[in-house]
């Protein structure tokens, strides 16, 4: 049966994974593992990055019961979600390399500043929390200075996400207008 199993054609695959079959879904893997992983070197650029996406890709496949939903060809569907991960790893890298240089320039402007600065920067600070609306100041507390993801600020609030995105955009506006001075 086994030497069944390695001519099966996606199409097989995909009925006996709707059985559940492990067996098969690690046939699957063990087919399409070393194209995936190319895939996702040629867009990453780094293995253990394209290790990572192809790991996540199938294991979400399995998991998630993805094999499900392929109306079109199994070996596309693997394709283009590898391509979509890899593209929102991409994404992610540059969204980390965009903070770090913004970090890196603030830790530079606050190293030039002298210590009575400091302080004085970190009172106006706490000025300016001290004066938003409750709401604003809790989401504005958990996000910034505990730095809680907003579905947990939403669950410890009691609101929605959408409400906590509004509560800190108003907080850090409000913030903005009254640190300008500091500048």
């Known amino acids: 049966m086994q030497s069944g199993k390695q001519s099966l054609s996606d199409e097989q695959l995909i009925e006996y994974l709707k059985n559940d079959r492990e067996d098969v879904f690690w046939m699957l893997y063990n087919r399409y ?3 995936l992983l190319f895939e ?4 990453l650029g780094r293995r253990d990055e394209a290790q990572d996406v192809v ?12 094999y499900l939903n392929v109306d079109s060809s199994l070996k596309l569907f693997l394709f283009r979600s590898v391509r979509n991960e890899s593209i929102n790893m991409l994404r992610s890298r540059k969204r980390q390399t965009e903070m770090l240089q913004k970090y890196r320039g603030t830790v530079c402007e606050w190293e030039s500043v ?4 400091n302080i004085e920067i970190g009172r106006a600070i ?9 709401q604003q100041a809790m ?25 906590v995105k509004t509560h800190l955009r108003l907080a850090v506006t409000s913030m903005k207008k009254r640190l300008v001075p500091l500048r």
């Open 33 to 35: 593992l070393p194209i």
């Open 40 to 43: 996702a070197f040629q867009l």
């Open 55 to 66: 790991q996540e890709v199938l294991v979400r496949f399995w998991r998630s019961k993805h």
């Open 114 to 117: 002298n210590p009575s600065e």
């Open 126 to 134: 706490q000025r300016a929390h001290k004066m938003l609306p409750p």
């Open 139 to 163: 989401a504005f507390r958990l996000n910034i200075l505990e730095r809680r993801k907003k579905t947990d600020i939403a669950a410890a609030m009691g609101i929605s996400i959408n409400s």
